[in-house]
Nanobody, 124 residues
Framework: QVQLVESGGGLVQAGGSLRLSCTASGRTFSNYAMGWFRQAPGKEREFVAAISYRGRNIYYADAVKGRFTISRDNAKNTVYLQMNSLKSEDTAVYYC?????????????????WGQGTQVTVSS
């Protein structure tokens, strides 16, 4: 089992920045690809960003490319999502997820473990 805990969400004005963190426990963090997803009210969960277990492969959704940056610190068992130039449409609950020996994927179905989510609200 892997336990994932997200933090760093909150209320921010449009154009502002937030950094989300997701800390893992329970298994060897460096063996897992990590992904960030988000879900807005009334919408399906959607892919935001992913990083492979070695950190060599990184992927972004088109909607966040150039504004968001995913990174990982295996020594701290943590993956980050730096979010800049936030827009109202970025408002959602953000979830991190872990995929054993994954190379990074935008597919919700491949991830084995999920956190509880952290709310991000961007006011316009």
């Amino acid at each position: 089992q892997v336990q994932l805990v997200e933090s760093g969400g909150g209320l921010v004005q449009a154009g502002g920045s937030l950094r989300l963190s997701c800390t893992a426990s329970g298994r060897t963090f460096s063996n897992y690809a990590m992904g960030w997803f988000r879900q807005a009210p009334g919408k399906e969960r959607e892919f935001v960003a992913a990083i492979s277990y070695r950190g060599r492969n990184i992927y972004y959704a088109d909607a966040v490319k150039g504004r968001f940056t995913i990174s990982r610190d295996n020594a701290k068992n943590t993956v980050y999502l730096q979010m800049n130039s936030l827009k109202s449409e970025d408002t959602a609950v953000y979830y991190c997820a872990a995929d054993f020996y994954g190379l990074g994927s935008n597919d919700v179905a491949v991830y084995d473990y999920w956190g509880q989510g952290t709310q991000v609200t961007v006011s316009s």
